[in-house]
Structures are given as C-alpha cells and as structure tokens.
C-alpha cells in the first residue's frame, strides 16, 4: 500500500478556511485518495475521496496535483465542530485501506 | 437507517475471562471490517470480510482472537483468553465497496 504524510497538528481560525495537506508520492495508478475524520471519542467518519480530478460534496473539497503524488483536502468555513484527527489515506478500491497516525486539527475561536 | 450498530458499548473483564464483540452492519453492504484503536498504535486494522467471507485477517494480533460473519447482518469478534493489553476502543464499519465505510460508535474494552 502507498504510504502517506501528512503534518501531525495543524490550527485554523473558526469560520476560516482549513487546508490540510497529505503527500502521497508513491501512489499507483489505480490508487484512490481518500479522507476521513475522527471526532473525539467517535467512529471515523467518511469524507470524501478522489482518483485525479477535483472533487467536492457537502462536507469539503479535495484537491489532487497533476502528478497525483499530493492532496489537499479543504474545509471552506472550519466551524469548532471540525476540530478532529483528519486521515489521508491511499488504496485501490478493491483492497483494504490503513490509516495513519493523521493531523489533528485544532479550530480556534 | 440505524447505521452499524455494535454492543455492548463498554465492557470490562478480568483477564482471562472470554469477550465477544457483537456488530451488525448497514443492510446491503458487502463488506465488514473490524478494527482496534489505542493511543500508542492509532487505528488498526484487524479483519475484514466480503459477503461472509474473510479476506484479510493479517491484522489479528494473535490467536486468541477470532472474528466470524455468519450470516450479512451480524459479524462477532472474541477474544479467548483476554489480557490487559487488549484494552482498546474496538470499531466495527460496512461498506458496499472498499471505499466509503461506515463506522459504528465502538465498543471500549477494559480487561483488568
């Protein structure tokens, strides 16, 4: 499985926007991006996930390089109910996904 | 829907005793996973199934751990015999692919 890097601890001002980043640089071709968040003492929680191009829902955008090998996954207005641990994860669709250690996102009033 | 529904929601043992994990997952979905979390290793993938049946199981510290699907609605996970060290929050998921799983809210294990 690809690994991923992501920074351990990041902080955004509430109503700011929150750009969290994960390099991915030995990514395959048949690899998936996704991303997921856990909320203090709560299950995962799916956020969204993409293969090349751009993606956006409800929740967040994600951002993919041309050359796939990082992502940035931004929240457009962070409120202090995003504060969380935010997991980069790269699999193929087919196969299980491991997640990492994260970045814990503090969201500052 | 009620989403993955795991029990009990806590549970403490004395070592030695037997634990079984309970977890049923969204109606429809293929596949079931079982993972472990604790401070020191995060989140760990332990087993998961695809209609019923074990795929991947190298995530299964050790033998005293065994997980079983069946039938599609209800998957266990026992361990035999219990030891402090597998205090952990233990979160069942579903998915109908490998992508967008579903957690349940965990069930948190204390073995004295």
């Known amino acids: 499985d690809a690994k991923t890097t992501q920074p351990p601890s990041m902080d955004c001002a509430e109503g700011r926007a929150a750009n969290l980043p994960c390099n991915h640089s030995t990514i395959s071709g048949n690899e998936y991006v996704y991303w997921y968040r856990q909320i203090h003492s709560q299950g995962p929680q799916y956020i969204i996930h993409?293969?090349?191009n751009n993606e956006t829902n409800e929740m967040a955008s994600l951002i993919i390089t041309e050359d796939r090998k990082s992502s940035t996954l931004i929240l457009p207005h962070a409120t202090l109910r995003d504060t969380a641990v935010y997991y980069c994860?790269?699999?193929?669709?087919?196969?299980?996904?491991?997640f990492g250690p994260g970045t814990s996102l503090s969201v500052i009033p | 829907d009620a989403g993955v529904i795991q029990s009990p929601r806590h549970e403490v043992t004395e070592m030695g005793q037997e634990v079984t994990l309970r977890c049923k997952p969204i109606?429809?979905?293929?596949?079931l996973f079982w993972y472990r979390q604790t401070m020191m290793r995060g989140l760990e993938l332990l087993i998961y199934f695809n209609n019923n049946v074990p795929i991947d199981d190298s995530g299964m510290p050790e033998d005293r751990f065994s997980a079983k699907m069946p039938n599609a609605s209800f998957s266990t996970l026992k361990i035999q015999p219990s030891e402090p060290r597998d205090s952990a929050v233990y979160f069942c998921a579903s998915s109908r692919l490998v992508d967008e799983q579903f957690f349940g809210p965990g069930t948190r294990l204390t073995v004295l």
């Open positions: 993409g293969l090349k």
């Open positions: 994860i790269v699999g193929a669709s087919y196969d299980k996904v491991i």
């Open positions: 109606s429809g979905h293929d596949y």
